[in-house]
């Protein structure tokens, strides 16, 4: 049976750097920054975790703020999930939501041609 350990410790990761980012970094480049998502590796030793931001023009810099803080972030981590060893942390930009406007576009778009045939 395999273990369970890398999807308990994706939950405890996504919760503890979600709330570090609330409450503890300061930096106002990371206060849009939504934490939608975290990818472990197997060997829990790397975790690459996925955000998101309000506006499209924020996602560079706030890549920039996560980037400056991860540091930050990780020692945090440390203390709260109280590992061995802490994942190396990397932020991704989480493209999902983007995907999903779009198709949603596209679908609208489809429809209003329909409509337009119909008529």
Known sequence: MPSRRPERVSGLLLETVAETLLREVKDPRVSTVTVTGVKLS??????????????????ASA????????GFIKRHVAGQLRMRHTP???????????QV???????????????????
């Open 42 to 59: 197997p060997d829990l030793k790397t975790a690459i975790i996925f955000f998101a931001t309000h506006r499209d023009d924020e996602v």
């Open 88 to 98: 190396e942390i990397e932020f991704r930009h989480d493209e999902t939501l983007d």
């Open 101 to 119: 406007n779009h198709l949603e576009s596209l679908l609208r778009q489809a429809a209003e041609k329909e409509r337009g045939h119909l008529a």
């Open 63 to 70: 890549l920039a703020g996560l980037r400056k803080a991860t």
